[in-house]
């Protein structure tokens, strides 16, 4: 019992690593302008076909099971499995089996048979091999059918006919090499090797195996049962499609309207060709990369057009599948080794060499190693969880409402601002969707700048207020933390035309009235000319500098007289010491770490810098000398909002705008109760005069002052 609880122990933890691995290749292994959607894709997928799916899998699984278990016992083998046993040894096989490059994850079902089941190892690899070679065929009988349809159907397409030739030459190839070509060179090598007895130890041992898998191959052939493993096969197949099938429908029909409708034959030849990616002799885990390479092949060669939608959904088909294939491949694995009661090397050495202290040590190593493995395996779950959860949240959040006692804090707000000459502009989700608000001063009315159904951000104002960029990501919801799945747009405030000025970009800021700079693919902060379109790099890790190459970058500033550039990143990157996240100052080839904090950025002359900085359990806005880095509290709130973030000086130099939210458990950006204030510079700051009054997340504010 307590050898199998370390196996038991062992086989969780390692279900629980593979787990972390799929979760980790979705947390770093997908671009981050594609993260969003196929975040998006995963919660839109409808769960009644996955539960489809997951029946036609657990059918197939049985048939694949049968299967197995009748060419073992075709192949002479007689210590045979139960059905039960087989099916537990398949559902490993399913989920081993795409751990290495060329399906050797296979050789996982013949030592689940040899040492649980003592199975010979001579009729392990022959019932793998020759199901192998019957998938092939099963293959071709596939292909052939679809050439059939369309010859009834729409006409028949080259990719297909190319795919059924090349299934029946594979199909020809294995099939021959099985049953004719080993049998023939078994006996060739056997007439060569005449004194068997004085060969070399491995020669005779090579020799008798290869002599008992062909011997397993031809009682198998002889048997007469060929075409019943052929149908077997062909239902295993169909199974497989059919599932595949409903999976891919199971993203694309909430997401992507253009896949959905997409003719059966096509949907089910990528399918094909993602499998035939996967099997290829290529260094990927879990196939990933290679299974969606092989699926949009084929979706190219159909001319399908939404290429950017079918690499969301064939890698959303791929996790859907792996997740299902590695729990029920691990609860089986668990279940295999409590049951399997063999191998208890422990209590056969302590009988043998009667050593009870060997014993015991061997059960304490045994122990103390499963505890590490389930101990590993569980805390890398936990992290890649913990990960995923840093991505930003992975819904908007709910719109919130009005405030308590809004109409006597807007009267005391509106008396505080009514002399202004200028509005604030922020982005709120108060409607439900993360727009543009313009609040104007002087009537205290607020008015929505845009409306488009994707979120909207970090919006700022030209220093002649008569235009505003932002980001509007490419998906109705991406988090912020996310810097690249953005694209920046010009906003005419008078006439309201709106034009796109850069592709995966973020962090917009004005030069002049006609320049931008703006945080482009994560890494490089680019420079645009709006009225000329024309753009350039001002400043890219690695290049011309001591940062690391491909650094990842947040909200860039350029000094709009020096073209200096400060940012936020990690800490690591930039070369400070202290606190997780810094902030930096580049000027030509050099830079210098500022101190923990974040929201590094320019005054609007160019003078002086600011930074939200923080404070024991809160955040405040310091105003920092270039310099000498001497710093000062700027903005420091009491009471109820004393959490400060996003400040923004006014062209003017006069007002510095800014949220503020509850503390620092209110500190998410995309989620929380952020409020918008207004600071007169000079004056008391714990005096700032509140703008908003929702329980909706606004945020990214600016002001412009005549």
């Given at each position: 019992m307590f050898k199998n609880i370390l196996k038991l122990a062992l086989s969780i933890g390692l279900s629980l690593a593979i787990l972390a691995l799929l979760l980790q290749m979705v947390n770093s292994g997908v671009p981050d302008a594609e993260r969003p959607s196929v975040f998006n894709a995963l919660q839109n997928t409808s769960l009644s076909l996955v539960f489809a799916y997951l029946l036609l899998y657990l059918i197939a699984l049985g048939f694949r099971a049968y299967r197995y278990r009748l060419l073992i016992h075709l192949s002479g083998e007689q210590n045979v499995p139960t059905v039960g046993q087989m099916w537990l040894v398949t559902g490993v096989r399913n989920m081993v089996v795409d751990m290495l490059p060329a399906r050797i994850g296979e050789l996982g079902y013949v030592a689940l048979l040899n040492r649980g089941y003592g199975v010979k190892l001579e009729h392990c690899v022959s019932s793998l091999t020759i199901s192998v070679a019957f998938d092939f065929v099963a293959l071709f009988i596939v292909a052939l059918a679809i050439v059939g349809s369309q010859m009834i159907g729409e006409g028949i397409q080259g990719w297909a006919v190319g795919a059924m030739f090349m299934a029946i030459v594979v199909s020809a190839i294995a099939v021959l090499g099985l049953f004719s070509i080993t049998p023939w060179v078994t006996r060739k090598v056997s007439q060569r090797v005449t004194n068997k007895q004085q060969s070399k130890l491995w020669v005779r041992q090579a020799l008798d195996l290869l002599e008992r898998f062909s011997s397993s191959l031809e009682q198998v052939r002889d048997s007469g049962k060929t075409m019943t493993v052929l149908a077997v096969s062909v239902v295993i197949r169909v199974l497989k499609y059919l599932g595949f099938f409903l999976l891919f429908q199971a993203v694309a029909v909430p997401s992507f309207e253009s896949l959905a409708s997409l003719p059966t034959g096509h949907v089910v030849g990528a399918l094909i060709g993602g499998e035939v990616g996967a099997s290829m002799p290529i260094p990927?885990?879990?196939?990933?990369?290679?299974?969606?390479?092989?699926?949009?092949?084929?979706?190219?060669?159909?001319?399908?057009?939404?290429?950017?939608?079918?690499?969301?959904?064939?890698?959303?088909?791929?996790?859907?599948?792996?997740?299902?294939?590695?729990?029920?491949?691990?609860?089986?694995?668990?279940?295999?080794?409590?049951?399997?009661?063999?191998?208890?090397?422990?209590?056969?050495?302590?009988?043998?060499?009667?050593?009870?202290?060997?014993?015991?040590?061997?059960?304490?190593?045994?122990?103390?190693?499963?505890?590490?493995?389930?101990?590993?395996?569980?805390?890398?779950?936990?992290?890649?969880?913990?990960?995923?959860?840093?991505?930003?949240?992975?819904?908007?959040?709910?719109?919130?409402?009005?405030?308590?006692?809004?109409?006597?804090?807007?009267?005391?707000?509106?008396?505080?601002?009514?002399?202004?000459?200028?509005?604030?502009?922020?982005?709120?989700?108060?409607?439900?969707?993360?727009?543009?608000?313009?609040?104007?001063?002087?009537?205290?009315?607020?008015?929505?700048?845009?409306?488009?159904?994707?979120?909207?951000?970090?919006?700022?104002?030209?220093?002649?207020?008569?235009?505003?960029?932002?980001?509007?990501?490419?998906?109705?919801?991406?988090?912020?933390?996310?810097?690249?799945?953005?694209?920046?747009?010009?906003?005419?405030?008078?006439?309201?035309?709106?034009?796109?000025?850069?592709?995966?970009?973020?962090?917009?800021?004005?030069?002049?009235?006609?320049?931008?700079?703006?945080?482009?693919?994560?890494?490089?902060?680019?420079?645009?000319?709006?009225?000329?379109?024309?753009?350039?790099?001002?400043?890219?890790?690695?290049?011309?500098?001591?940062?690391?190459?491909?650094?990842?970058?947040?909200?860039?500033?350029?000094?709009?007289?020096?073209?200096?550039?400060?940012?936020?990143?990690?800490?690591?990157?930039?070369?400070?010491?202290?606190?997780?996240?810094?902030?930096?100052?580049?000027?030509?080839?050099?830079?210098?770490g500022v101190m923990n904090g974040c929201e590094l950025a320019w005054s609007s002359k160019g003078d002086y810098l600011y930074q939200v900085n923080p404070d024991a359990e809160t955040l405040r806005i310091m105003k920092i000398d270039p310099v000498t880095l001497a710093s000062e509290v700027m903005i420091d709130l009491n009471g109820e909002f004393s959490h400060e973030y996003w400040p923004k000086e006014s062209w003017n130099g006069e007002y510095v705008v800014f949220g503020a939210s509850r503390g620092k458990k209110d500190h998410e950006h995309d989620t929380k109760d952020y409020e918008i204030f207004l600071w007169k510079v000079g004056s008391d700051p714990k005096k700032a005069t509140r703008l908003t009054f929702h329980t909706g997340n606004d945020n990214w504010p600016d002001v412009f002052i005549k």
């Open positions: 990927t885990f879990m196939s990933f990369g290679a299974y969606e390479a092989g699926g949009l092949l084929v979706f190219q060669l159909l001319g399908v057009a939404d290429q950017a939608a079918a690499t969301v959904t064939f890698l959303c088909v791929h996790i859907w599948s792996q997740l299902m294939e590695y729990t029920i491949g691990g609860l089986l694995l668990a279940l295999f080794v409590w049951l399997n009661r063999k191998g208890k090397r422990a209590e056969m050495l302590a009988e043998a060499t009667g050593s009870a202290r060997r014993a015991k040590v061997i059960a304490l190593v045994s122990f103390i190693s499963a505890g590490i493995v389930l101990a590993a395996g569980s805390g890398f779950f936990v992290y890649q969880v913990w990960s995923a959860t840093k991505l930003g949240s992975l819904s908007a959040p709910a719109a919130g409402g009005t405030a308590d006692n809004v109409e006597e804090w807007q009267a005391l707000s509106k008396q505080h601002v009514s002399n202004i000459k200028g509005f604030a502009v922020f982005s709120s989700n108060r409607d439900g969707n993360h727009d543009i608000f313009r609040l104007n001063f002087s009537t205290f009315e607020l008015d929505k700048l845009t409306t488009h159904p994707h979120t909207e951000t970090y919006p700022r104002i030209s220093p002649d207020g008569k235009h505003l960029v932002f980001s509007r990501a490419h998906q109705v919801w991406v988090s912020q933390r996310n810097t690249v799945a953005w694209d920046v747009y010009l906003k005419d405030l008078g006439s309201g035309h709106e034009r796109l000025i850069a592709k995966n970009s973020t962090a917009p800021r004005w030069l002049s009235n006609t320049e931008i700079t703006y945080l482009q693919d994560g890494t490089k902060v680019g420079r645009a000319n709006v009225v000329t379109q024309q753009s350039s790099v001002v400043f890219e890790g690695g290049i011309g500098n001591q940062i690391p190459k491909g650094a990842s970058l947040q909200n860039p500033s350029v000094n709009p007289r020096t073209l200096d550039v400060t940012f936020t990143a990690r800490q690591a990157h930039i070369g400070t010491t202290t606190g997780h996240w810094g902030t930096a100052i580049t000027s030509g080839d050099t830079h210098r």
